[in-house]
């Protein structure tokens, strides 16, 4: 479908990593963009590692840094997939054919229907028509990967997806601002009430028993109430390393976006 034709991630998380896959699995250049410190939860499966360790594979795809758009160029012309970071004028130097904003914030950043010859945005906050082209439904349900082309996805509910019978209780935020510090590795078993990081210098506990979704990065900064660590109480070691199939999902309905723009211009 996309041939030479770039295309340009906004974020490199869990979702946007499977976008990114699927985009180039229909034949895109894919860059993804990131912060220069980003505080991805689901790091196994998260490009966003690349930052971090330098290279990061998900899937058997490996995403490698960059530091500038020129060196993202350069790596494209090499079949590698750059994760660059930070944006810096990615957009006026790469020139994407395709913009997909996923960085899950709920709310528009900034993307605009303008960046790009094709915008699509995921999830609340973003209105096909107005400040994108085409805009994919993130909330879990029905819904989940549905196409708009005119007006907006759902609006968030700040609840986790349920998962083995747990929404909020698998999942443990930060209480308040500093310094996270992880004990626990992703993949690991943890029982109910087993000490699994600290912020500040303070405990944070285990809600439930299960395995070790998604964690933070040890050193990064955090605020108030950011998800810190994620527990699966299916007990499944395996399922942390492999990409969700709500990602998934969300990756197909930005495919199905690009081929319902392609029907609208003929």
């Avoid at 034709?5 to 946007?16: E, F, H, K, P, Y």
């Avoid at 993130?138 to 968030?156: A, E, F, K, M």
């Amino acid at each position: 479908m996309g041939g030479e034709l770039i295309a340009l991630v906004r974020g490199a998380g869990d979702v946007a990593t499977a976008v990114a896959l699927r985009l180039l699995a229909e034949g895109f250049s894919v860059v993804c963009t990131e912060l220069p410190r980003p505080t991805c939860l689901r790091r196994a499966v998260a490009f966003a590692e690349a930052v971090y360790e330098g290279e990061w594979e998900v899937e058997g795809v490996t995403g490698r840094l960059a530091h500038s758009p020129p060196v993202a160029r350069e790596l494209l012309s090499r079949d590698v997939l750059p994760i660059l970071a930070p944006e810096g004028e990615a957009l006026a130097l790469l020139q994407p054919g395709l913009l997909v904003d996923a960085r899950m914030a709920k709310r528009n950043l900034g993307t605009r229907r303008g960046e790009a010859p094709l915008v699509i945005g995921l999830g609340p906050g973003f209105t096909a028509g107005v400040d994108c082209h085409a805009a994919v439904e993130t909330l879990n349900g029905p819904d989940l990967g549905r196409v708009y082309l005119r007006g907006s996805p759902l609006p968030p509910t700040h609840e986790p997806c349920r998962i083995g019978g747990l929404s909020s209780g698998r999942v443990v935020r930060a209480p308040w601002a500093g310094v996270f510090l992880g004990f626990v590795r992703i993949g690991e078993q943890v029982e109910e009430g087993d000490l699994l990081a600290t912020v500040a210098g303070e405990p944070l506990f285990s809600s439930c028993s299960g395995v070790v979704r998604g964690i933070l990065r040890s050193g990064v900064e955090v605020r108030p109430g950011l998800k810190a660590v994620e527990i699966d109480p299916r007990g499944n070691s395996e399922i942390p390393f492999r990409v969700a199939e709500r990602a998934w999902r969300i990756a197909g309905g930005v495919v199905s976006a690009l081929e319902l723009l392609a029907e609208k211009e003929l």
